[in-house]
């Protein structure tokens, strides 16, 4: 195979593979999502069947969950997530979003979506936020109401309230399932041998039994 013809190969698979990974197209204006229909899963995607468009109202593309923020978390955080389940209008849309709020001190720990980039838009307050890239470099600055920060898809990222007063963020996904793995509980909660995390993290069986009460939720 020449040079020429192997770099078209690898290029064509590369495509591919993005594709594949991403939302599909649309092909149609719109699809409001059958739940009683169930799922149709696909090696990379599941779908939600569309019902009869005829039947569309204004009210499935209008979404009023997210006026006043939800339960906090020990970790000074409440997340309410909108996604096309729960909010008709935006299914095969290729997005989703989340309002996020932080009491002072509030955080929002280490964290990754694999499948979307998150575009984080301070509605109010002053929040340390900031992402690690894959050469663990960290960009961080605290973000005031009014700024945005992107984190790129499937690195590691962080908020903090730094401010006096709570503090809100509208996040948004170029994914309709971003999904999420949060660091500590990926590591601590689950169900990796002891003796590795041990090593790799220099804790006591001790240390890492405290962690596991912690995480293991």
Known sequence: ?????????????LLCATTLASDPDPVQDYCLPNLKSGTIRTP???????????????DDFVFSGMKAPGNFTNMGLTAISVNPTIFPGINTLGMSFVRADLKV???NPPHFHPRATEIAYIVKGSVYSGFVD???????RVIEQGEVMVFPRGLVHF?????????????????QNPGMQKIPAAIFGSGIND?????????????????RRRFDK
């Open 159 to 175: 908020q903090m309230n730094v401010g006096k007063k709570q503090a809100t963020v509208f996040g948004s996904f170029n994914s």
């Open 134 to 140: 894959s050469t663990n470099r960290v960009f961080a």
């Open 44 to 58: 990379y995607h599941t779908i939600l069947p569309c019902r009869n468009s005829s039947k569309a109202i204004t």
């Open 105 to 107: 001190g509030g955080i």
């Open 195 to 211: 003796k590795l995390l041990e090593k790799a993290f220099g804790l006591s069986p001790k240390q890492i039994a405290m962690m």
């Open 1 to 13: 195979m020449s040079l020429s013809l192997a770099l078209l190969f690898v290029s064509f698979i």
